[in-house]
């Protein structure tokens, strides 16, 4: 489905009975909706699930950046406004995360509750990491260098060895990803900053962090966690940044319990 919003065309999908309470599910950067597969089929026997492939990436329009955080989660309200959606649940993860905490604070009355998942409330401090990703996607394009950077970050050393076919499924979603989408996100990311703004959020929140993952730490996670008021925190042990795809039931495990709790059941 198509959406014609905010001067570009979003490309989305709706799954589940259209009287079942709305989820929505952000995507991590250089990948698409479909990353969400597996959780969407845990959650189409109770919710109606929306996925959006965000600006720049997958189906969707990819404008030259730089792009802005808060003109990217606008986006995401645009959305719910084209659907008729007054108000929902919302699980974003790494860069989804990053427009869940925006929505949070600026956008609270559109929500019952946010997850988030892999991410941070500050990256200003690896500017020199994000600088980096730029060149080499300007100069080279989504090269096989910035494949394999991704895959080790985004998997545990356990699943990259074990997991083959996940393998080849992220790195063709990162090879896809339009270059004009990657940098502009990562100019979007590079100036995020909002850990003063946490204590502003008083929705329900629970923030789930791969036990090992290198790129969002559990310790950047704590950080969000002490800033929220009354937010939840879990880890999964011994998973990476994709800890929802490299280990589905244990990460379900962590989402439907909380979704169960704060939302209207039908």
Not at 21 to 50: F, G, K, M, Q
Not at 168 to 179: E, N, Q, S
Not at 182 to 187: R, Y
Not at 207 to 235: C, F, K, L, N, W
């Amino acid at each position: 489905m198509k959406a014609h919003i905010n001067g570009f065309t979003m490309n989305y999908e709706v799954s589940g009975n259209a009287s079942a309470p709305p989820v929505l599910l952000h995507h991590p950067l250089a990948t698409n909706l479909s990353i969400w597969d597996e959780l969407t089929a845990a959650l189409l026997p109770t919710y109606r699930v929306i996925r959006l492939d965000a600006r720049g990436h997958g189906a969707s329009d990819a404008p030259k950046g730089p792009y802005e955080m808060r003109s990217l989660a606008s986006d995401v309200v645009a959305l719910l406004d084209h659907l008729g959606i007054e108000k929902t649940r919302y699980l974003g993860l790494s860069m989804g995360g990053f427009v869940g905490q925006i929505l949070g604070i600026e956008h609270a009355a559109r929500f019952h509750s946010l997850m988030l998942v892999s991410t941070s409330s500050n990256m200003t401090g690896a500017k020199e990491i994000w600088d980096t990703r730029i060149k080499t996607v300007s100069a080279d394009g989504m090269s096989k260098a910035v494949i394999d950077g991704s895959m080790q970050r985004w998997l545990a050393p356990e699943a990259l060895k074990t997991k083959p076919q996940l393998v080849a499924r992220l790195g063709k979603m990162v090879a896809d990803t339009p270059p004009a989408g990657f940098i502009g996100w990562c100019q979007a990311i590079v100036a995020f900053n909002v850990t003063s703004q946490l204590k502003g959020i008083k929705l329900p929140v629970r923030i789930v962090a791969g036990g090992i993952d290198p790129a969002t730490t559990p310790e950047m996670m704590q950080v969000m966690h002490r800033e929220i008021p009354g937010s939840e925190y879990a880890e999964v042990p011994g998973t990476a940044h994709m800890l929802h795809v490299e280990e589905p039931a244990k990460f379900h495990a962590e989402v439907l319990p909380f979704m169960a709790k704060h939302g209207p059941k039908s």
